[in-house]
Nanobody, 118 residues
Framework: QVQLVESGGGLVQPGGSLRLSCAASGIIFSIYAMGWYRQAPGKQRELVAAILSGGNTNYADSVKGRFTISRDNAKNTVYLQMNSLKPDDTAVYYC????????????WGQGTQITVSS
């Protein structure tokens, strides 16, 4: 059974930093493209960052230069380092796993809330 378990969410002040982790089990982690999505109230879920099995990354324009996605295949874990957080970053963040040729994620985590507020 596949599980993606996120951790690291919470409340942070504007300009602060957080690091999200997502531990995967039940999949051959190293061959999956891993991603972080987010969904704010009243908005559609959007891709924040993704990292392919070979390490290539891509980011939403709104987070470029502030967020960094990385993966540790030995630990079956993907990370999202978030710096210079803004109130607009407030959302539920979801970890995802996608097979290389799939157009959408095959698996999702349960989500973790990030609230950026003073």
């Amino acid at each position: 059974q596949v599980q993606l378990v996120e951790s690291g969410g919470g409340l942070v002040q504007p300009g602060g930093s957080l690091r999200l982790s997502c531990a995967a089990s039940g999949i051959i982690f190293s061959i999956y493209a891993m991603g972080w999505y987010r969904q704010a109230p009243g908005k559609q879920r959007e891709l924040v960052a993704a990292i392919l099995s070979g390490g290539n990354t891509n980011y939403a324009d709104s987070v470029k230069g502030r967020f960094t996605i990385s993966r540790d295949n030995a630990k079956n874990t993907v990370y999202l380092q978030m710096n210079s957080l803004k109130p607009d970053d407030t959302a539920v963040y979801y970890c995802s796993a996608r097979r290389v040729l799939a157009s959408m994620p095959d698996y999702w985590g349960q989500g973790t809330q990030i609230t950026v507020s003073s």
